[in-house]
């Protein structure tokens, strides 16, 4: 099912829990993968996904990192303003 919700009034905590909602359905999405004897079959026993999985998630993880340290500096020049919504 599709939904909408409409954040442009959010409070801090509002939004916080559309996030968790978002994320909690499209982790429910992505772990609709199937049969896991019939993706085994698949991927055989190498460790090729595996590896793979693996350089893919630390390139996220360091370009997460790049982003965040982006944004801190954009904070602190004062292009962006930061709220504390707790």
Known sequence: ?????DIDDSTPSGL?????LCG???ARAHARSGDPALLAGYLGDE???DEAL???AVAYADQTERDHEAFA???KDGRLEA???R
Request: charged share 20%.
């Open 24 to 26: 909690a359905a499209l």
């Open 83 to 85: 709220v504390d919504g």
């Open 47 to 49: 460790a090729t996904f």
């Open 73 to 75: 500096r954009a904070v």
């Open 1 to 5: 099912m599709k939904g909408s919700a």
């Open 16 to 20: 916080a829990a559309y996030g968790r």
């Open 54 to 56: 693996g350089r893919f």
